[in-house]
């Protein structure tokens, strides 16, 4: 079982760039494909991206493409998500996500319910 834990968030200013971690402990972190979601205020958590195992293959969605850059270092267990370009719309919690069965899956997984470890967030503020 892998614990996750999301740090780098904070206060930006529109057109700003953050980078914030997610640093797993207490599993095999090269074995999970990994994500980021975020929840903005009053809406529901959401698909940004997600990288493989071997952090070959990076998935986005379409509204963060083209700024954000999610990358991982599986000898430091740690995933990254690089926000470029930040709007106020990019507000809200940020969290990582696990999936152990990335690997087995034929589409990439967008559904909070495909993922098995989260952690607790990171609030990511942009200022207009």
């Known amino acids: 079982q892998v614990q996750l834990a999301e740090s780098g968030g904070g206060l930006v200013q529109a057109g700003g760039s953050l980078i914030i971690s997610c640093a797993a402990s207490?599993?095999?972190?090269?074995?999970?494909?990994m994500a980021w979601f975020r929840q903005a205020p009053g809406k529901e958590r959401s698909f940004v991206a997600s990288i493989s195992d071997s952090g070959e293959s990076t998935y986005y969605a379409d509204s963060v493409k083209g700024r954000f850059t999610v990358s991982r270092d599986n000898a430091k267990n740690t995933a990254y998500l690089r926000m470029s370009s930040l709007r106020p719309e990019d507000t809200g919690v940020y969290f990582c996500?696990?999936?152990?069965?990335?690997?087995?899956?034929?589409?990439?997984?967008?559904?909070?319910?495909?993922?098995?470890?989260w952690g607790q967030g990171t609030q990511v503020t942009v200022s207009s």
């Open positions: 996500a696990a999936d152990l069965y990335g690997a087995e899956r034929t589409v990439v997984a967008v559904g909070e319910s495909e993922y098995d470890y």
């Open positions: 207490g599993g095999t972190f090269s074995v999970y494909y």
